[in-house]
């Protein structure tokens, strides 16, 4: 691995477990290299604002609850093979830090993870993946995801962002109104119509087909999560039933966080041909 510049300190909160800590004028955050995943930011003079369960366990082929797992090359389950992991290979393999600087606003990471004997045993495609994240009064973070084959392969995958909010009865979610959506709650499959404001109820897990910002109000407090190379919008919170199954997360901090993921979902998938490459990008933005 590169050495960082001075704002990012390399720490080992569990065995063989690399999470690179940010501490920078512009925000601060932690960066695990498991996932290429953003566990925590927090911009200067603002509160968090990713939930990251405090009992998330921090293991290799373990996801990390919270942040912004990297779910690809394919969400949610396998298309034709439930017994492929959930979610695709991205979010519980190591990655490859291979550049970080500080470039005095933000500070920029490169992680890259390429087909391998693992890799192929789950997914047989010849690829090259680089996730490039930069932190500062904003965050943004790029799945780029290379073709380095002879065949053409499809993909899903979600940038599965998890926000924090104070009371997730307070939370509306805008920029959805009047849109076609899936929802998959408690196993269902019901089509429906936004009709105004989300607000969280119970249960959500509902895919909207949208190429639009999403903003989050909780409060006096708005977050905006723009998209790039995305055709859905994923809205999530596993209410208080499913909640309290999770063994990763306190029972109540349902009411802590919604998920408002930038994604192309089943149904909107990407043809990657031979050489070519598809970004699917998120950027968090407050106010």
């Known amino acids: 691995m590169i050495a960082p510049p001075a704002c990012i300190r390399l720490t080992y909160p569990a065995t063989d477990y690399p999470v690179l800590e940010i501490d920078h004028p512009s925000c601060r955050a932690r960066v695990a290299l498991h996932g290429a995943h953003v566990m925590e930011w927090q911009p200067a003079g603002h509160a968090p604002v990713l939930y990251c369960s405090p009992e998330t366990v921090l293991r290799e082929g373990k996801a990390i609850r919270g942040g912004i797992p990297i779910c690809w090359p394919w969400f949610n389950a396998?298309?034709?093979?439930?017994?492929?992991?959930?979610?695709?290979?991205?979010?519980?393999?190591?990655?490859?830090?291979?550049?970080?600087?500080?470039?005095g606003e933000s500070v920029e990471l490169r992680f890259e993870l390429r087909s391998d004997e693992k890799a192929r045993a789950i997914w047989d495609q010849e690829f090259h993946a680089i996730v490039e994240i930069r932190l500062g009064a904003e965050l943004q973070v790029s799945l780029i995801s290379h073709n380095t084959g002879s065949t053409a392969f499809r993909e899903t995958g979600a940038l599965h962002t998890y926000?924090?909010?104070?009371?997730?009865?307070?939370?509306?979610?805008?920029?959805?109104?009047?849109?076609?959506?899936?929802?998959?709650?408690?196993?269902?499959?019901?089509?429906?119509?936004?009709?105004?404001?989300?607000?969280?109820?119970?249960?959500?897990?509902?895919?909207?087909?949208?190429?639009?910002?999403?903003t989050?109000?909780?409060?006096?407090?708005?977050?905006?999560?723009?998209?790039?190379?995305?055709?859905?919008?994923?809205?999530?919170?596993?209410?208080?039933?499913?909640?309290?199954?999770?063994?990763?997360?306190?029972?109540?901090?349902?009411?802590?966080?919604?998920?408002?993921?930038?994604?192309?979902?089943?149904?909107?998938?990407?043809?990657?041909?031979?050489?070519?490459?598809?970004?699917?990008?998120?950027?968090?933005?407050?106010?």
């Open 78 to 103: 396998h298309p034709t093979d439930p017994s492929k992991p959930a979610h695709g290979i991205a979010r519980t393999r190591f990655w490859e830090l291979t550049d970080s600087q500080d470039g």
């Open 163 to 214: 926000l924090a909010v104070d009371d997730i009865a307070n939370v509306k979610v805008a920029g959805l109104e009047g849109l076609a959506f899936v929802e998959t709650a408690g196993g269902k499959r019901e089509n429906g119509m936004q009709e105004g404001e989300v607000r969280i109820e119970g249960e959500v897990d509902r895919i909207y087909a949208s190429t639009s910002t999403a």
């Open 216 to 287: 989050l109000r909780n409060g006096a407090r708005t977050i905006r999560v723009h998209k790039h190379g995305s055709a859905s919008t994923i809205v999530w919170n596993p209410g208080p039933e499913k909640a309290a199954k999770l063994g990763d997360m306190p029972a109540e901090d349902f009411r802590r966080f919604v998920c408002v993921e930038t994604a192309n979902a089943p149904g909107a998938e990407i043809t990657v041909a031979p050489g070519e490459r598809h970004v699917l990008r998120t950027r968090i933005a407050l106010g």
